[in-house]
T-cell receptor, first 105, second 113 residues
Framework: GIQVEQSPPDLILQEGANSTLRCNFS?????LQWFHQNPWGQLINLFY???GTKQNGRLSATTVATERYSLLYISSSQTTDSGVYFC???????FGTGTSLTVIP | GAGVSQTPSNKVTEKGKYVELRCDPI?????LYWYRQSLGQGPEFLIY????????DSGLPNDRFFAVRPEGSVSTLKIQRTERGDSAVYLC???????????FGPGTRLTVT
């Protein structure tokens, strides 16, 4: 089956810093999503982005399907950004290993 | 409109008992998915419905697990003869059509003692 790897596994940022999270996948995908799982366990949709670039406030994402990776950019991080970020190949029901982000004030 | 809801939010049961977990998808969503998440892991796929039928149940770990969606809306995940290894958060998601953007519910935390 498809392999989905995320990096880095853990990240600690000072409030206000920027970061880039990466998702590599081993095969072509038709449906890639980014989620934020908050400390209470709720999975929150960030982006549905099979290809191209999207932006939503301080967050943006880019998927280069031909090179089999996606990037999530977080700018001017806030403590509320803390949690685990997952990319998911939703059409194959497969989640990556996650990046655990801690933003400290 | 309302998001995906799941009940109960927490369930504690004894080993060997039967449990049912319920999922109410977003109104009008035809696809519904069940996942299981253990501590420190990403969600793991269990089963996917398109309408009333199970389109893919390849993630169900064994025949103690069963799910239904009789009217194409609410779904129930049923676990027989629960084991301590079944303890996890069970997540439900729905999407407007198959393989489009999935929206998740808050999950049911199942603890088997």
């Amino acid at each position: 089956g498809i392999q989905v790897e995320q990096s880095p596994p853990d990240l600690i940022l000072q409030e206000g810093a920027n970061s880039t999270l990466r998702c590599n996948f081993s095969d072509s995908v038709n449906n890639l999503q980014w989620f934020h799982q908050n400390p209470w366990g709720q999975l929150i949709n960030l982006f549905y982005i099979p290809s191209g670039t999207k932006q939503n406030g301080r967050l943006s994402a880019t998927t280069v399907a031909t090179e089999r990776y996606s990037l999530l950019y977080i700018s001017s991080s806030q403590t509320t950004d803390s949690g685990v970020y997952f990319c998911a190949v939703a059409d194959q029901f497969y989640f990556g290993t996650g990046t655990s982000l801690t933003v400290i004030p | 409109g309302a998001g995906v809801s799941q009940t109960p939010s927490n369930k504690v049961t004894e080993k060997g008992k039967y449990v049912e977990l319920r999922c109410d998808p977003i109104s009008g969503h035809t696809a519904l998915y069940w996942y299981r998440q253990s501590l420190g892991q990403g969600p793991e796929f269990l089963i996917y419905f398109q309408g009333t039928g199970a389109a893919d149940d390849s993630g169900l770990p064994n025949d103690r697990f069963f799910a239904v969606r009789p009217e194409g809306s609410v779904s129930t995940l049923k676990i027989q003869r629960t084991e301590r290894g079944d303890s996890a958060v069970y997540l439900c998601a729905s999407s407007s059509n198959s393989f489009t953007e999935q929206y998740f519910g808050p999950g049911t935390r199942l603890t088997v003692t």
